[in-house]
């Protein structure tokens, strides 16, 4: 069985309620996330969602929660600061067993990381076969026949780049909370302000919510936040590019292994201060996104 073919029994409506004109994934309604906290993290390719789910997981676990991260991007690579390795997906091991999920052990696709972070990777089908929709909800279902979700405190998906259509928006559905990271430029702001429509669009009729903007890699925040000001956003956490962030990557490490350093326990303390706030809850974000155009004169200087 191929994965296009094992995608089959997702339905696709054709005049869903929550986006007008668009295919959305209808996930199986007994798979939802009871009991933990859920985030999903969306932003613009390569402006840091993976380094920053990471660290905050470990900021999580730092903080005594059980947690969970789910990493949604073929390329698999959300975990690996986590791990120290790339860990196989959901999907490579659910088609060596020609999608008979009964075979399946936890071990086989669930794997800890640092301060014991469990990590799982969905991947994704190649290119231009399968939905990631199907992924993410078997990815779901698999954890919740291991029992994995009934001792786990906070989710987090990390989720690839700024896709929006139906099969990478399906997180939304399981999400109580929808974070965003952004640089302080033009292209990430302008990803933003798509993806809060998507975010809105699914708040419709799941519980996700906007929960703010985590600035990343980026020395001043200005244009973050007049746009937040504009539509209704708020800034949640602000992370400047320093190098010890870089070498963390190289090292294949979170930031909280690295060797001290001067800027190292200002960027862990952010981290902490950010999982603790959002442990403690946000206030849903009623954000309302400006049209292309109008978003394309509204940024800039003067």
């Known amino acids: 069985m191929s994965i296009a073919q094992a995608a089959i029994p997702i339905h ?62 073929p390329k698999h690579d959300s975990t690996f600061t986590l791990t120290k390795t790339l860990i196989p997906t959901v999907i490579d091991v659910l088609e060596s067993v020609e999608f008979h999920s009964e075979e399946l052990r936890t071990e086989d696709f669930v ?78 702001i302008f990803a933003m302000n798509r993806i809060i429509a998507a975010i809105q669009a699914k708040s419709k009729n799941y519980a996700v919510r ?9 020395a001043e925040t200005d244009q973050i936040d007049g746009f937040n000001e504009r539509v209704g956003m708020r800034r949640l956490a602000h992370f400047r590019d320093h190098d010890v962030i870089r070498r963390s990557r190289l090292k294949k490490s979170t930031l909280f ?22 442990w403690k809850g946000t206030d849903p974000l009623a954000a309302m996104p400006m049209k292309d155009r109008e978003i394309f004169d509204f940024l800039g200087f003067d």
């Open 12 to 73: 696709m409506k054709q005049s869903p309620p929550d986006g007008e004109g668009s295919l959305q994934v209808q996930l199986d309604p007994e798979d939802t996330i009871d009991g933990a906290k859920v985030f999903a993290v969306y932003g613009k390719g390569g402006i840091g969602k993976s380094t920053t789910s990471s660290n905050l997981s470990a900021a999580f676990s730092k903080l005594g929660k059980r947690v969970l991260q789910i990493g949604c991007d």
């Open 111 to 188: 794997f800890e990381g640092y301060n014991g972070v469990m990590c799982v990777e969905a991947g994704g089908p190649p290119a231009g076969t399968g939905c990631g929709g199907y992924v993410v909800g078997q990815t779901v279902k698999l954890l919740k026949q291991h029992h994995l979700l009934e001792d786990t405190d906070v989710v987090i998906f990390d989720v690839l780049g700024d896709v929006v259509c139906g099969g990478f928006a399906s997180p939304l559905q399981h999400a109580e909370r929808a974070l965003i990271v952004a640089s302080n430029d033009f292209d990430s």
């Open 210 to 218: 906007l929960s703010g903007v985590i600035a990343n890699r980026s």
């Open 257 to 278: 292994e690295m060797p001290d350093c001067p800027e190292l326990k200002m960027v862990q303390d952010e981290y902490l201060k950010l999982a603790d706030s959002l």
